[in-house]
């Protein structure tokens, strides 16, 4: 089974969120994976409308933009050095890096560009990566669920007083969460 928004199973969408397995999605590739994860936590944070979740998403959104670009300038550069192909074939692939801010002048050795942009960019795009990923973890330690996700839906049950389905939908679990936290603030008014 595959999900790509909030019907996904509460507990499923939290184990991913905890672990990073966007396999447990259930698409074939990896992106499919990425992007449907990318798609249910945009409806997540539209739903819940939190801003630490939206710094989350964003996070991920820019750590993941940045692991494709060095995964698309690595191929590029390994065929421009490594594949026989034409003239036509290897302009036509420097005329694509230009969309990554890459310029290569084709009047001067080619190979030689290559590898000194290699070196230069994918280090600079590496170190920025590392940067990102460090405060995304420290991010998540600050902000981690203290919390699991039985915990959660146990919390939920006790303040609404009834029974909670294991396998709530994502959707249905933050209508609860919602619920929870206005049934709070009238007992807080009441008061």
Known sequence: MTYND??????LFF??????DYSLLGYKSTEENYKAFVKIYDEYYQLTESPLIKLD?????????????ISALNNAFDAIINLPMTIEQRLS????????????????????Q??????????????????LV???????NTKKMAISFDKMLVNIEN?????IDEDVSLRKFIALEQSVKEKIAAQKNKK
Do not use: P, W
């Open 134 to 140: 460090d405060r995304f973890k420290k991010m998540n």
């Open 57 to 69: 998403l964003d996070m991920r959104k820019k750590i993941s933009l940045i692991e494709y670009e």
């Open 15 to 20: 184990k991913i969120v905890e672990t990073s």
């Open 114 to 131: 290559v590898e000194k942009i290699r070196h230069k960019k994918l280090g600079s795009l590496k170190t920025k990566l590392n940067l």
């Open 6 to 11: 909030a019907s996904i199973e509460a507990r």
């Open 159 to 163: 303040v609404l007083s009834r029974t």
């Open 93 to 112: 692939i420097i005329d694509s890096l230009k969309a990554l801010n890459v310029k290569i002048d084709t009047r001067q050795n080619i190979i030689e």
